[in-house]
């Protein structure tokens, strides 16, 4: 199966709608949904520590606040990680304090979004962000 956005996420009401907003605007495209920073971890490294590169998302969105494991400790295996590290995540969550923002910059973030509490503005950016990512951005041929 070719996931074409992972989604981590641990609040199942802001998933539910972002994998609608998602859906309406790429009919077809797979979202898989994951809720904790260790199932995001486990979906790419097996217990072994091998990695599947068919796996690799074209875009992983990342909470940072997740339970097991947070989104930085997610960020920063991806991204230290021979296969994983030229995955883009964007980290999407709803803080927008400086020191999240520079740690998961610093940690390899492609991206960082505030997640807007108006719907219509969450709905927008979203799209933005899925649009660039899906349909524009190039990336490394895994």
Same mark, same amino acid.
């Given at each position: 199966?070719?996931?074409?956005?992972? =989604?981590?996420?641990?609040?199942?009401?802001?998933?539910? #709608?972002?994998?609608?907003? =998602?859906? *309406? +605007?790429?009919?077809?495209?797979?979202?898989?949904?994951?809720?904790?920073?260790?199932?995001? =971890?486990?979906?790419?490294?097996?217990?072994?520590?091998?990695? +599947?590169?068919?796996?690799?998302?074209?875009?992983?969105?990342?909470?940072?606040?997740?339970?097991?494991?947070?989104?930085?400790?997610?960020?920063?295996? #991806?991204?230290?990680?021979?296969?994983?590290?030229?995955?883009?995540?964007?980290?999407?969550?709803?803080?927008? *304090? *400086?020191? +999240?923002?520079?740690?998961?910059?610093? =940690?390899?973030?492609?991206?960082?979004?505030?997640?807007?509490? +108006?719907?219509?503005?969450?709905?927008?950016?979203?799209?933005?962000?899925?649009?660039?990512?899906?349909?524009?951005?190039?990336?490394?041929?895994?």
């Amino acid at each position: 199966m070719c996931v074409d956005i992972l =989604l981590v996420e641990d609040n199942h009401d802001d998933a539910e #709608l972002a994998m609608r907003v =998602l859906r *309406q +605007d790429n009919p077809g495209v797979n979202v898989l949904h994951l809720t904790d920073g260790a199932e995001a =971890l486990n979906y790419f490294f097996a217990a072994s520590g091998a990695r +599947d590169a068919r796996k690799l998302p074209k875009v992983i969105f990342l909470d940072i606040k997740l339970p097991k494991l947070t989104g930085p400790e997610v960020l920063k295996r #991806l991204k230290t990680d021979e296969v994983t590290r030229n995955v883009p995540v964007v980290v999407m969550t709803s803080s927008g *304090q *400086q020191r +999240d923002v520079n740690e998961c910059y610093e =940690l390899g973030a492609n991206s960082y979004l505030v997640k807007p509490i +108006d719907f219509k503005k969450y709905k927008a950016m979203l799209v933005a962000s899925s649009r660039y990512w899906l349909h524009y951005n190039l990336t490394i041929p895994h």
